[in-house]
């Protein structure tokens, strides 16, 4: 069997023609044009070659994306301040802080800084709450897109067993919640659960977030299993991997996200669609 190869990157380039593209041009014909502000700290190459993603798939939706850079020895304070301006600015529709920051900065302190009609990343208490109740609301933008790409390859939700492994704020507990708030029946696992392989034994859909380069092989996977893989490593000899061991799973699941070309490009889709939808929202 081979297995349908879920591609995040033509799922996202369909949805930005079909969706983005129109509702940017409804906005532009009121006057609206999207203002999306990511604020980045410090040298990280990861985190500079994300935001030129994110920049760059902005232009293509035609709505504006800037990047305010600081060095990494800006103050907690400068960064409350600027946050605090951006929130009672009305040309701005979106902001996110690009992670990691420096130590010296409380991402808790940031993320609660935000306006929450602003938050375009998912990420306040406010939003993480209404996802929690199942309301309408900014999702987290790598969640959101996971779901995405489960519907889009066929598979429904509805009571399936999804095992979601990793249980972080960003990925593992907020998909576990969206997979719930779709009927489906939900196994959160994480580095203290008992028996790892038999949680994954029973999964019709498999969401892996560990950031463990390869940690999960074909022969953990059931037969026809839907495998979402979200980890995203560089490895040794050049060229990317995942948290899943693409090769060997390939050959057991129905269907599975490559990396790279999987979750990435549906997580910078879902952060430009959240913008979107704040500025629909907000004028
Ligand atoms: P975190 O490090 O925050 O969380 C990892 C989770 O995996 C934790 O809950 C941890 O458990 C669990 N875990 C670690 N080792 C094991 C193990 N041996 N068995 C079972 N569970 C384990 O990672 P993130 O959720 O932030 O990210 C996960 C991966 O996804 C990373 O590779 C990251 O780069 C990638 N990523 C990709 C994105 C994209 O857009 N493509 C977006 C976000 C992340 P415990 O809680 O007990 O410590």
New binding site residues.
């Given amino acids: 069997m081979t297995a349908l190869i879920i591609s995040g990157k033509d799922i996202a380039e369909n949805l930005l023609d079909n969706e983005l593209v129109p509702r940017v041009e409804a906005l532009k014909a009121k006057g609206v044009t999207p203002r999306l502000i990511v604020i980045l700290i410090g040298d990280h190459a990861a985190s500079a070659s ?1 935001v030129r993603q994110k920049e760059k798939f902005a232009e293509r939706a035609g709505i504006v994306a800037e990047t305010w850079r600081y060095n990494d020895s800006v103050t907690e304070a400068k960064i409350l301040e600027e946050i605090k301006n951006i929130n009672e600015d009305a040309s701005i529709h979106g902001v996110i802080v690009q992670l990691p920051v420096p130590d010296h900065i409380s991402v808790e302190k940031i993320l609660r800084a935000i306006h929450p009609s602003k938050d375009v990343d998912g990420f306040t208490p406010e939003n993480v709450g209404q996802l929690f109740l199942g309301e309408p609301t900014l999702e987290c ?2 969640p959101k ?1 996971i779901i995405r790409m489960i519907e889009a390859s066929g598979e429904d939700l509805n009571g399936k067993h999804v095992v979601v ?8 507990k907020p998909v576990a919640i969206l997979a719930l708030n779709k009927n489906a029946t939900v196994t959160i ?5 008992k028996d ?1 392989e038999a949680q994954i034994a029973q999964a019709d859909i498999l969401i892996v ?4 380069p390869e ?1 999960i092989k074909g022969d953990q996977i059931p037969e026809g299993c839907t495998v979402i893989d ?4 560089r490895k040794e000899g050049g060229g990317l991997c ?2 899943v061991e693409f090769a060997s799973a390939v050959k057991k699941a129905r269907a599975i996200s490559p ?1 790279p070309g ?3 490009p ?3 889709f879902c952060l430009i669609e959240n913008t979107i939808e704040a500025a629909e929202k907000l004028s």
């Fill in positions: 994300y933008c790598t897109g492994v990793g249980r972080s704020n960003i990925v593992g696992c994480h580095s203290r659960t790892l977030a560990v950031g463990r940690m979200v980890g995203i490593h995942g948290d990396v999987g979750v990435g549906m997580t910078v």
